[in-house]
């Protein structure tokens, strides 16, 4: 009987709001991602909308990112975007975010995989900020796009996106977010060096009983005579 890999749960950690979660999972570690599935619940808890957006290992992005939880260094950069901005305006308690990704489906794509009908890219825009309730919040949103000049999928909207989800965390969430995805990881990496290096072993035991089976050229010449 066939296997089903569909129903293998591939999720590291969840978190949930009253009406939306994020989950960061790590069936993109195949492809040197980290995935984020954020999801909008109704008040049954019924799932409304969800977007996934990915951050790239190769690239740095995932790498930075999570240090930067690890370290502090993302700590430091919103209370500093706090002071600043209470500095300038006391009453003002919309941070602005201290992280931006950006990401999406050019329109071609966006056609191919039926995400537009519009003939528009699609673009996702991931952002960490400061929030309210909780001390970080991160949002996803995503609508119609456009490819700069870099090849980037950059929103063509203002400030009314098709989708948007907030999910707000503790400190402490985000630090376990960031540890659990990286002890994840790092164990991925593991048994993808483990794997490769008992093939190369394999690969090599091959060619020497290969080479052992062929007869050099002077035995060849014996047998002859």
């Not at 994020?22 to 993109?28: A, E, I, P, Q, T």
């Not at 999570?66 to 950069?77: H, M, P, T, V, Y």
């Not at 071609?108 to 009908?117: C, D, F, I, S, W």
């Amino acid at each position: 009987m066939a296997n089903n890999y569909n129903n293998v749960d591939t999720t590291i950690m969840s978190f949930y709001n009253k009406s939306s979660f994020l989950k960061v999972k790590s069936d993109g570690f195949g492809i040197d991602r980290l995935k984020f599935t954020f999801g909008s619940t109704d008040e049954n808890k019924k799932l409304v909308s969800s977007v996934d957006f990915w951050l790239d290992f190769a690239k740095g992005d995932a790498y930075v990112f999570l240090q930067d939880i690890i370290s502090g260094r993302l700590a430091s950069e919103m209370d500093k975007e706090e002071k600043e901005r209470l500095k300038k305006d006391p009453k003002n308690v919309y941070a602005q975010p201290i992280r931006i990704f950006q990401g999406g489906y050019s329109a071609e794509n966006a056609k191919k995989k039926n995400v537009r009908t519009d003939g528009q890219a699609h673009a996702k825009v991931m952002t960490v900020a400061k929030g309210l309730k909780y001390p970080v919040c991160f949002t996803i949103e995503e609508g119609p796009g456009k490819e700069s000049p870099e090849g980037l999928i950059v929103p063509n909207y203002k400030r009314n996106p098709e989708t948007q989800i907030r999910v707000t965390l503790t400190w402490d969430s985000v630090k376990a977010l960031a540890l659990a995805v990286t002890a994840h990881h790092n164990a991925y990496l593991a048994i993808k060096y483990a794997n490769m290096e008992r093939e190369l072993k394999k690969q090599r035991s091959q060619y020497n009983n290969t080479k052992r089976a062929t007869p050099s050229i002077e035995e060849m010449a014996d047998n002859i005579v």
